[in-house]
C-alpha cells in the first residue's frame, strides 16, 4: 500500500504486519537542524498517541508519537551517530522506528499523500 | 515601530528585508523576528564563527539619559545601577545591571559615555526588548529633576559579528577599525550617519551599529552585498551567546537574582563596594563576603542529547542542587552545553552532576566558560 501520513507529520509505510515510521520533510523543515534523536527500545509496545520518540533541534525538544498501536521491532540505530540526516533524507534513511502493528485497520484513519498535501497546505 | 494596541506584532525597518532573504519570522518581545533564514541555525552560527554575520537587533531598546554634565547624569544613573559610570571616559562602553531594592536584576545593558563635548551630560543605554517598557519606568522614575530619560524610536540597531567583521566594516566605516573592544563613536557609514560601539553578543569581535530607520535597509543591504557576511537569525544568536557564557535576560537572570549569584560581579567596582549605596548593597556586599546561596555555573554533557532550560540539577549522589536555566547544542563544539544555578558546594570546575531530562538522568560536568574562547579586538598595548 502507499504511504500514510498523521497530522503530527509522520509517514507510514507498511510492509506485511510492520510499519515503518519517519517525520515528513515538512517536520524536519519546521525543526529546523535535528541534533539528536531519541528512539524507544526494541520491545516496548506503543499504543497510539504514545510518545514514541524526542527529537531534539538546535532549539528545542519535540515529541513524535506513536501512529498505531504495536510493538517496536526495530530502532533506526543510524540516527545516534547521524542526526543530521533526518534534516537530508527524512522520508529514507533516517526513519525511526518499525513496529509490528497489532491492529491494521488503525491504517484506515490515515491519510494518504494527497490528503497529506492538502492538510499542509492549510497550515 | 509604533506601538500596536491591538496585540498584533511590532516590525523593524529590516522586518522587508528578513521576508525578502527567506527568514522564518517569529514573536520574538512583541516584535516579528527572524529566527533563522535558509541556510539554517547550524549553518549561521558556524558563519559568524568563521566570518563575520549581520543581525538585526533593532527589537532592543535605545535611549538617551540627558542631564547638565557627565558627573550629573552618572550619579542618576549610579542611583540604579552598582557600576562606576562617572569613571567612564568619553567613547568607552561597560556593561552594568539594573537593580531593584532586593539586589534583583530589572534588567542587563550597555551604558556608553558618547565622546565630543557636545555631548557632554549624555548617555546612550541599549537595554534589552522584553524590558523596555520596565527599564524606563524605573530609570524615569529615579532621575532627578536636571535629568531625563529619552527612549530613541527612530533607530535601528544591527549588529555585524565575528572575526572578519572588522575588515568588512573598514571599506565602509574606515574609523570603526581602529576602535577598541567596548569603544564607542560616531561615525559615517558611506555617508550614513551612525553611532558605533566595538561590541556585541556573540563572543566574536565586531559591532553594533545604530542607525537612523531610514537608513537601516541601505546599510544592512551594503553589508550583505559582501560576500563574507552572512544575515543571522535570533536562533543562532542564541546558540552564539551560549557558547560565549553570556546570559540572556529572563533565562538566566530575572528580578531574583543578584550580580553576585549571577557571576557578574565585574560589573560592581570599588569605588561603588566601598559606598554601597546601590540598591541592594546589604545583600549583594553581604554575598560577595560570604558567598551567596546559588551561582551560576557552566555545564558540559557527556552524551548528544542536550538539556533544557527547566531542567533539575543533581549531585553525583542523585539530591537536588539547582537548575538549569539555558542549554542547547553548541554548534563549535558539536556537543551539548548548558547554564544553570547550583548550591555553591558543587560549583567548582569540573564537578560532576546530573541534568533530569525526560525522568533520566544525563551526566555533566561543571564547567568553565566561556565554552568557546571570545575574541574580542584588544589594542596591543602602546
Known amino acids: 500500500m502507499s504511504t500514510r501520513y498523521t497530522e503530527d507529520h509522520e509517514w507510514i509505510t507498511v510492509a506485511g504486519d510492520v510499519a515503518t515510521v519517519g517525520i515528513t520533510t515538512y517536520a524536519q523543515e519546521q525543526l529546523g537542524d535535528v541534533v539528536f534523536v531519541e528512539l524507544p527500545e526494541v520491545g516496548r509496545t506503543v499504543s497510539k498517541g504514545d510518545e514514541a520518540a524526542v527529537v531534539e533541534s538546535v532549539k528545542a525538544a519535540s515529541e513524535v508519537y506513536a501512529p498505531l498501536d504495536g510493538e517496536v521491532v526495530e530502532a533506526n540505530s543510524v540516527l545516534a551517530d547521524e542526526p543530521g540526516k533526518v534534516n537530508e533524507d527524512p522520508e529514507g534513511a533516517a526513519w525511526f522506528v518499525k513496529i509490528r502493528m497489532s491492529d491494521a485497520s488503525q491504517l484506515d484513519d490515515l491519510m494518504d499523500a494527497a490528503a497529506y498535501k492538502a492538510y499542509i497546505e492549510t497550515l | 515601530m509604533a506601538d500596536h494596541a491591538d496585540g498584533s506584532l511590532l516590525s523593524t525597518p529590516l522586518t522587508d528585508l528578513h521576508r525578502e532573504l527567506g527568514a522564518r519570522l517569529v514573536p520574538f518581545a512583541g516584535y516579528e523576528m527572524p529566527v533563522q533564514y535558509p541556510a539554517g541555525i547550524i549553518a549561521e552560527h558556524s558563519h559568524t564563527r568563521e566570518k563575520a554575520g549581520l543581525f538585526d537587533v533593532s527589537h532592543m531598546g535605545q535611549a538617551w539619559l540627558i542631564g547638565p554634565d557627565h558627573a550629573t547624569t552618572a550619579r542618576a544613573l549610579e542611583a540604579m545601577v552598582p557600576s562606576d559610570v562617572a569613571v567612564l571616559k568619553p567613547g568607552r562602553q561597560r556593561y552594568t545591571v539594573l537593580l531593584n531594592q532586593e539586589g534583583g536584576i530589572v534588567d542587563d545593558l550597555m551604558v556608553a559615555r558618547p565622546q565630543g563635548a557636545e555631548n557632554d551630560g549624555r548617555l546612550f543605554l541599549v537595554v534589552n526588548a522584553s524590558r523596555k517598557a520596565v527599564d524606563y519606568e524605573l530609570i524615569a522614575a529615579g532621575l532627578p529633576g536636571n535629568v531625563r530619560l529619552e527612549p530613541i524610536e527612530d533607530r535601528a540597531l544591527i549588529a555585524l559579528q565575528g572575526p572578519m567583521a572588522a575588515e568588512v566594516m573598514a571599506a565602509h566605516a574606515p574609523a570603526a577599525a581602529d576602535m577598541a573592544f567596548m569603544g564607542v563613536a560616531e561615525m559615517e557609514f558611506d555617508g550614513i550617519a551612525v553611532y558605533v560601539s566595538r561590541s556585541g553578543y556573540t563572543g566574536e569581535d565586531g559591532y553594533e551599529i545604530s542607525v537612523p530607520a531610514g537608513a537601516a535597509e541601505p546599510l544592512a543591504r551594503a553589508l550583505l552585498a559582501d560576500e563574507r557576511v ?58 560577595l563576603a560570604e558567598g551567596p546561596s546559588r551561582v551560576r555555573v557552566g555545564l558540559t554533557l557527556a552524551g548528544r542529547a542536550p538539556a533544557r532550560e527547566g531542567a533539575e540539577i543533581r549531585s553525583a ?5 539547582g537548575v538549569l536555566t539555558s542549554g542547547g547544542f553548541a554548534p563549535t563544539l558539536g556537543a551539548p552545553i548548558a547554564m544553570g544555578y547550583v548550591d555553591p558546594a558543587h560549583a567548582g570546575v569540573g564537578t560532576p552532576v546530573k541534568l533530569v531530562v525526560r525522568g533520566r538522568e544525563l551526566e555533566a560536568n561543571v564547567a568553565d566558560m566561556p565554552f568557546v574562547p571570545q575574541r574580542y579586538h584588544r589594542k596591543p598595548s602602546a
Open chain 2, 230 to 287: 552572512a544575515p543571522i537569525g535570533l536562533g543562532a544568536r542564541d546558540s552564539l551567546r551560549l557558547e560565549a557564557g553570556l546570559c540572556l535576560y529572563g533565562h538566566d537572570l530575572d528580578e531574583t537574582t543578584s550580580p553576585v549569584e549571577g557571576a557578574i560581579t565585574f560589573v560592581l567596582q570599588k569605588r561603588r563596594k566601598d559606598e554601597a549605596n546601590f540598591p541592594g548593597a546589604a545583600r549583594i556586599l553581604s554575598e
Open chain 2, 317 to 321: 549522589d542523585g539530591s537536588a542542587i
